[in-house]
């Protein structure tokens, strides 16, 4: 049974441009969490999809945007990208009772900007 | 605004000996409660988690924490450490009203003297 994976596991990109994260999550979830984690602290939730449809949002900028397909996998696109958004990137999948288990983590991209 | 606190940023401890690690959170009322595990380069492990019921709960890797409703607190604790232990360790609180919408706090890095 295959956890959340993501891809790709590093990225090196320079301020201005764009990029896009992808994460499938476990089987039998159908919820999509991303989270931030710069270096030395805790993840930062950006923003969970269900249903195809962003249904929470964090403190971040416009520039960050993401999708979930019917498959339930998740896209996150960062654009005008800055210095501040080297960081790695958690997507967590959750599903079942509508919101109350846990979540399952991927290994992350390690998004560094140049 | 809700908030999780970790009071140790790093705690040492010998291989064998006991370990606890604190967390405090801010929130009206009961949360649902988890402690994390991150190893250099790697995502989060759910090591337990706390929805409701009895007030210790017991997870993977031989850890334990308890629920204090009366301090906000859910402290992480494990009788006898091994160096696989060394890691980040991550509290984290799903605020009920929130869908999975996770806060971490900052983390506590564990380092295991053999």
């Known amino acids: 049974d295959a956890g959340v994976t993501q891809s790709p596991t590093h990225l090196i990109k320079t301020r201005g441009q764009q990029v896009t994260l992808r994460c499938s999550p476990k089987?039998?979830?159908?919820?999509v969490s991303w989270y931030q984690q710069a270096l030395g602290q805790g993840p930062q939730f950006i923003f969970q999809?269900?249903?195809?449809?962003?249904?929470q949002r964090g403190n971040f900028p416009d520039r960050f945007s993401g999708h979930q397909f019917p498959n339930y996998s998740s896209e996150l696109n960062v654009n005008a990208l800055l210095l501040g958004d080297s960081a790695l990137y958690l997507c967590?999948?959750?599903?079942?009772?509508?919101?109350?288990?846990?979540?399952?983590f991927g290994d992350g991209t390690r998004l560094s900007i140049l | 605004a809700q908030s999780v606190t970790q009071p140790d940023i790093h705690i040492t401890v010998s291989e064998g000996a006991s370990l606890e690690l604190r967390c405090n959170y801010s929130?009206?009322?009961?949360?649902?409660l988890f402690w994390y595990v991150q190893s250099p380069g790697q995502g989060l492990q759910l090591l337990l988690k706390?929805?409701?019921?009895?007030?210790l709960v017991q997870g993977i890797k031989g850890f334990e924490a308890e629920f204090k409703r009366s301090q906000s607190s859910f402290n992480l604790r494990k009788p006898s450490v091994h160096w696989s232990d060394a890691a980040e360790y991550f509290c984290?609180?799903?605020?009920?009203?929130?869908?999975?919408?996770?806060?971490f706090g900052p983390g506590t890095s564990l380092s295991v003297i053999p």
């Open positions: 999809y269900y249903e195809e449809e962003e249904r």
């Open positions: 929130y009206g009322a009961t949360p649902y």
């Open positions: 089987s039998g979830h159908d919820t």
């Open positions: 967590a999948s959750s599903g079942g009772d509508r919101g109350r288990s846990a979540q399952h």
């Open positions: 984290a609180v799903d605020m009920e009203t929130s869908y999975d919408k996770v806060i």
């Open positions: 706390y929805f409701s019921g009895d007030t």
